[in-house]
């Protein structure tokens, strides 16, 4: 039995909906803990590419059991979206998909909230994708949200509806001068994804903790990464939950006694989207170059993602923020050709040196990153499923990796498709 959660290490956008398709080849039960449908994990099947916003990644493994957690804020619209998109394609999503009772639903009003609160903070909005995770996540936290199981009892969502709006409305009309919503129209619209959803809604906590029970293998997967963590992040630019490895205790209903590792996916250099401090983002011509050759844009919204150099000071946070076990480095590829890789070992700031993540902000946003230059590699190491036929270049860039945050890779992934990758140590 194995119990593994899935981190990002960085910025999100690491690559970990792969890592995870891959691993559920060994996984009786796959789980998603936190995040919404603000995120997007991609998986490439036979030259067919799937795009996952909230259903896990282990969805493609028809023999897997597939669970959205309490964690999770949910948009039913687009679930119900997904699952249908899923069917036309030939996947299997039955009895095999479960959602928590009590997971959190993102309503019309966290959208309009979400996208008002955004433009009245012009030039120093936090860069978010407007799809409600913040208020709905701020409903969770004032006591005042809407569960998954409301869906299923009329008379409390008629409740709490009419209770939110008076609020709600206020806002809209006061503050962002916006038009204002109708209760019974929601209630409607809600009861009608109910009776869509009904079948998969469950107690999912008692299902994971059953499973561990029985000496299962089950893979814990999270979206964003760890440097948007709300507690542990760059914030204020980051999301509105726990994307670390301690999410998954409590967005799924596990003790952490149960855990018996974490895997950290990081690629090979960094990117981040949105608003916020990037230190060493390359603006340039090799900057661009890394954005069109990787495909750097949003798998939900499109948007172009920053690229930079590999960040070991934010690596080596996550090291130690996660209790990571080993690494599953990404986007090996897209480092082919490079003549000089630059890797950033610390921070200048005002005189100082910082070897570890700084939490001032103004550290942070105005620190000067410190390079270490090593050579790169003219080869292709694209497809290759050996460490020793890659690049010697190449290998060296790993174990240089390995050093500097002091964990070693259990995977490299080397190309887009489900099989190109590196397996160096077995993580079930």
Known sequence: MAIIIIVGAQWGDEGKGKIVDFLTRKADLVARYQGGHNAGHT???NDEKYVLHLIPSGILHKNTVCIIGNGVVVEPSALIKEIEELKERGAKVSNNLLLSKN???IMPYHVALDNASEKSLGK??????????GPAYMDKMSRKGIRVADLLSPEILMEKLNSNLK???????NLYKSPVFNAKKIFAEYMEYGRKLKKHIADTDIIINDAISKGQNILLEGAQG???????GTYPYVT???STAGGACTGLGIGPSKITSVLGVVKAYTTRVGSGPFPTEIIGPIGEKLRAKGGEFGATTGRPRRCGWLDIVI????????GLSGLAITKLDILDGIDKIQICTAYKYRGKTYTDFPKEPAA????????????????????IKEFKKLPKNAQAYIRKMESLVGVKAYIVSTGKKRDELILLKEPF
């Not at 120093?124 to 995770?133: L, M, P, S, Y």
């Not at 760890?226 to 542990?232: E, G, K, P, Q, V």
């Open 43 to 45: 998986v490439v099947i």
């Open 103 to 105: 997971a959190h639903l």
């Open 124 to 133: 120093k909005n936090i860069g978010t994708t407007g799809r409600g995770i």
């Open 167 to 173: 609020h709600v409305n206020f806002l809209m009309k």
């Open 226 to 232: 760890t440097l948007l963590d709300i507690d542990h």
């Open 240 to 242: 509105s939950s726990n």
């Open 315 to 322: 690596l080596k946070h996550a090291v130690r923020i996660n």
């Open 364 to 383: 942070f946003e105005k620190c000067v990153p410190v390079y270490e230059k090593i050579d790169g590699w003219k080869e292709s190491t694209v497809g």
